[in-house]
Nanobody
Framework: VQLQASGGGLVQPGGSLRLSCAAS????????LGWFRQAPGKEREFVAA????????GLADPVKGRFTISRDNAKKQVFLQMNSLKPEDTAVYYC??????????????????WGKGTQVTVSS
């Protein structure tokens, strides 16, 4: 399983970024995909997840109404659209994958497969 996130960068508060994750080495459409993040000095935390077929999603409370997760099974990609960014969204964002879907799509545990992260910095 290989996952490669991209699209991070520096953005002002209130701005937007779209993260992408390209996948290879596994049957993409059979896996549930997610995004986690880790801020400096903090533990990794769940951000969003999307079920294999794309019809169910889960979003962490801090990002509800601002972030959207989507996927393109034909292109083997998953996306995280981040709007109304806040300084507290600053973190390294990781693309993840899992065989198992949890109730409501809210992962209180880690997913087994991780890619390298992409840095998102929200600052004026």
């Amino acid at each position: 399983v290989q996952l490669q996130a991209s699209g991070g960068g520096l953005v002002q508060p209130g701005g937007s970024l779209r993260l992408s994750c390209a996948a290879s080495g596994f049957h993409f459409s059979n896996y549930h995909l997610g995004w986690f993040r880790q801020a400096p000095g903090k533990e990794r935390e769940f951000v969003a997840a999307i079920k294999s077929g794309g019809l169910s999603r889960g979003l962490a409370d801090p990002v509800k109404g601002r972030f959207t997760i989507s996927r393109d099974n034909a292109k083997k990609q998953v996306f995280l659209q981040m709007n109304s960014l806040k300084p507290e969204d600053t973190a390294v964002y990781y693309c993840t994958a899992d065989h198992t879907w949890v109730a409501g799509g809210i992962y209180t545990r880690s997913m087994p497969y991780w890619g390298k992260g992409t840095q998102v910095t929200v600052s004026s």
